[in-house]
């Protein structure tokens, strides 16, 4: 069955670039999406159809995905980006999310 | 603006089955054919989408789910609803209902979400 990979946890000092990836079988002939989740809320949408924001979102969340690796890059980390940050695709129709990374600023 | 909350029992017994409704509000379930969705996420762990099904009637279930998944809408009722059958403690989660615009799009609305608790 087609799974998605990411890192358990990423760190990053604020002000820096923070690059997230997601990996899965030619991952980049399907569309690709990601969520940020920060404790005890819902997910939210940040990226969708491999690199689109969400209107309202900053303009330092893009997205990226080729050959089987999905990347969300955030330029300028803050403190308010540490969260829980999924991937999520389609395969054959069905929703498949990665296992989440831990994203930490520091 | 269009949210979307969950309601159900917190707590169901093993080997009975889970029940959760959706309530769509400040817009209609019917405007649109999106996909109203139920994802699940056990506590300290990732997330699992379960089903969606459009108003238009297409459908699709998550396979290791797909034998004990019931997922409908009342759209007089402007609310989707959730079954799950035969449940274990394994089913114990936050129970999450989102809307999906299209194949491609991903999750863009999201209910605060609702903790389901498997237990005798």
């Known amino acids: 069955s087609f799974e998605l990979t990411q890192p358990p946890s990423v760190s990053v000092s604020p002000g820096q670039t923070a690059r997230l990836t997601c990996s899965g079988d030619n991952l980049g002939d399907k569309f690709a999406c990601w969520y940020q989740q920060k404790p005890g809320q819902s997910p939210v949408l940040i990226i969708y159809?491999?690199?689109k924001r969400p209107s309202g979102l900053p303009e330092r969340f893009s997205g990226s995905n080729s050959g089987n690796t999905a990347t969300l890059t955030i330029r300028g980390t803050q403190a308010m980006d540490e969260a829980d940050y999924y991937c999520q695709a389609w395969d054959s129709s069905t929703v498949v999310f990665g296992g989440g990374t831990k994203l930490t600023v520091l | 603006q269009v949210q979307l909350q969950e309601s159900g029992p917190g707590l169901v017994k093993p080997s009975q089955t889970l029940s959760l409704t959706c309530s769509v509000s400040?817009?209609?379930?019917?405007?649109?054919?999106?996909?109203w969705s139920w994802i699940r996420q056990p506590a300290g762990k990732g997330l699992e989408c379960i089903g969606r099904?459009?108003?238009?009637?297409?459908?699709r279930n998550t396979p290791s789910l797909e034998s004990r998944v019931t997922i409908s809408i009342d759209m007089s009722r402007n609310q989707f609803s959730l079954e799950l059958t035969s449940v274990t403690a394994a089913d114990s989660a936050v129970y999450y209902c989102?809307?999906?615009?299209?194949?491609?799009?991903?999750?863009?609305?999201w209910g605060q979400g609702t903790l389901v608790t498997v237990s005798s």
């Open positions: 159809q491999d690199n």
């Open positions: 400040g817009g209609s379930i019917s405007s649109g054919d999106y996909f």
């Open positions: 099904l459009s108003t238009s009637g297409t459908s």
């Open positions: 989102a809307r999906m615009t299209a194949l491609g799009e991903g999750f863009d609305l």
